[in-house]
């Protein structure tokens, strides 16, 4: 099983932080490799279970289903069932944790996956440096400018 763990420090506040991210369609707000994206059937973004389709925007499209959500903990998990990228058993979380001190917010983000033995330098690298890092990246850029 590969394991991949990206955290951050974000300079505002946990419950920002998660108003911009809980919408489990809005990756192309603030996911820089996501082109556009949709809910499947018609259910709701927040509704455990639903599916989203979401094209990249160097091409292919991934499909996730929602496994869970929480506006508690300021966590979502998800797998993923089809993509271009050659893993199985993938499963994904968010979780977002205030820091008191200065009002930040520790985000981590975390998946685990099977993939072809030789392939996983690249998919870690990937995954972790690619999307998660450059998703709190961007966070970071569009969130400082709303303090």
């Not at 974000?10 to 809980?22: D, E, F, L, M």
């Not at 455990?48 to 499909?63: A, K």
């Not at 979502?76 to 944790?97: F, H, N, Q």
């Not at 030789?118 to 990246?137: H, I, K, P, Y």
């Amino acid at each position: 099983m590969v394991k991949v763990y990206t955290s951050s420090v974000i300079n505002a506040p946990a419950g920002r932080v998660w108003a911009h991210i809980r919408d489990f369609n809005g990756l192309p707000k603030w996911v820089p490799v996501v082109e556009s994206s949709r809910i499947e059937a018609g259910l709701p973004a927040d509704k455990v279970g639903c599916i989203r389709n979401f094209t990249l925007r160097e091409g292919g499209t991934i499909r996730e289903q929602l496994l869970a959500l929480s506006d508690y903990e300021y966590s979502c998990s998800y797998s993923i069932l089809e993509s271009p990228m050659g893993v199985t058993d993938y499963v994904a979380t968010i979780k977002l944790t205030p820091v008191t001190d200065g009002g930040h917010t520790f985000a981590e983000w975390t998946a685990e996956f099977e993939c072809e033995p030789e392939r996983e330098r690249e998919l870690v690298e990937t995954v972790g440096n690619g999307v998660f890092q450059a998703a709190f990246d961007n966070l970071k850029r569009q969130l400082s400018s709303l303090r």
